[in-house]
């Protein structure tokens, strides 16, 4: 009987363990964790080979834009030198039709369609209409012909400067879809770009998370989770109440297997929202107040982030097994890597570093860490691994006390 009572205890308590901690158990092998590296480190190499050829295309095209650059100089020069000579035509038509006008009157022909004839019969011999009749022919020839020419050249010269604004419109369009381009390959490389180095890193610290499984003697292919909670169980203090000494501001009794809130007052500004936001925001109205660990443990990493905020991470023992909680946008930290904290134990004051709007705490909490030496993740496996803080802390809208 005894012994069946025994076993219903552990059921429970498993059962109770389950519940109270919402662990992600999905973890994968240290074969599996390099497998995913070196995902990664394709994705990064196929990432700088477009960068490379993005780099080429925008070459290409500024020499294109230079090209089309020449033309449209060239196109507004020939418009110039085209409007000169037009000026210079219709200067010429004045002075052909006044010219015209000078021989008419010469000989007495100014208006009406009978002058010509008047004029050729008005011969008083044979010999002088014949060359009437010449002078009028030539006359009216060289009219014809004088107007005809002049015509076609401002027809010419209109149609001239017609298709030279047409091309220099072509060629500004060309010029502002290259621009268009150049401007689109440019944002792809600078996206690119600005993901490399979070990409690189990520690389790197997982490259060092493989060594630190292997070193903590894990198996190829047993469970990173299992592996790093039976490691590090042994170096960090259990997460339990009454285990606090030293001042840090009205400790209340903890929220569950001794957690508490990261804050003396203040209140929540954000929630956790899975992907979307992996932790929670927490403000107060002292924007450098001091900040504490949610519970006892062992400091695992702290660090500048990509975007420049100060980052502390705290691995915890939860009845054997481990999380961590991370604390960023910190103003200054006051603890060091491998130093075991209460949550009495002042970590660092709250700031605004980094990718923030104004003064508050960034927390969440994982099952693993990409960061932290042995944390047993990627950066991919790591926001999968997230979950709610509010899981192991309560917090109400505000609080006074932890």
């Not at 599996?32 to 290409?60: C, G, I």
């Not at 003064?359 to 691994?385: F, I, M, N």
């Amino acid at each position: 009987m005894m012994k069946k009572v025994v076993v219903i205890v552990i059921v429970l308590s498993l059962i109770v363990s389950y519940t109270i901690l919402p662990i992600d158990t999905s973890a994968k092998t240290i074969r599996e964790f390099e497998a995913e590296v070196a995902k990664y480190t394709s994705e990064l190499e196929a990432k700088k080979n477009k960068v490379a050829k993005n780099d080429k295309e925008v070459a290409t095209i500024k020499e294109k834009i230079k090209s089309i650059e020449g033309q449209i100089t060239k196109a507004e020069q020939d418009i110039k030198n085209l409007q000169k000579e037009i000026d210079e035509s219709n200067k010429k038509i004045k002075e052909k039709k006044a010219e015209s006008k000078k021989i008419m009157e010469y000989y007495q022909i100014s208006n009406g369609e009978n002058v010509y004839l008047e004029y050729a019969f008005g011969a008083t011999s044979i010999t002088d209409m014949i060359y009437r009749m010449s002078v009028v022919e030539q006359l009216t020839e060289y009219n014809d012909k004088v107007m005809k020419e002049l015509d076609q050249l401002i027809k010419r010269n209109e149609q001239s400067q017609k298709n030279l604004a047409s091309k220099k419109e072509e060629l500004g369009k060309l010029k502002k879809d290259l621009n268009s381009e150049k401007e689109k390959i440019n944002a792809d490389t600078a996206s690119l770009k600005a993901a490399m180095p979070g990409l690189e890193e990520q690389i790197k610290a997982a490259k060092q998370q493989i060594q630190d499984l292997k070193r903590m003697g894990c198996g190829t292919n047993e469970s990173v989770q299992s592996c790093t909670a039976r490691y590090y169980a042994r170096f960090v203090p259990q997460a339990s109440s009454g285990s606090y000494s030293g001042g840090g501001g009205a400790i209340s009794t903890p929220s569950a297997n001794g957690f508490y809130r990261p804050i003396e007052y203040g209140y929540l500004t954000q929630g956790y929202r899975g992907s979307a936001h992996m932790g929670v925001d927490i403000s107060s109205s002292n924007k450098t107040i001091t900040i504490y660990p949610i519970a006892s443990g062992q400091v695992s990493a702290k660090y500048y982030d990509y975007y420049g905020a100060l980052v502390l991470k705290i691995r915890h023992n939860v009845g054997g097994r481990i999380i961590y909680s991370t604390y960023a946008h910190l103003s200054s930290w006051s603890v060091s890597v491998g130093q075991n904290v209460s949550a009495a134990t002042p970590i660092g004051r709250m700031g605004s570093t980094g990718y923030s709007t104004g003064p508050h705490l960034h927390l969440e909490v994982t099952s693993c860490d990409w960061k932290s030496a042995g944390g047993g993740c990627t950066w991919a496996q790591y926001q999968r691994s997230t979950m709610n803080p509010a899981s192991y802390v309560s917090f109400p809208s505000s609080w006074s006390n932890r």
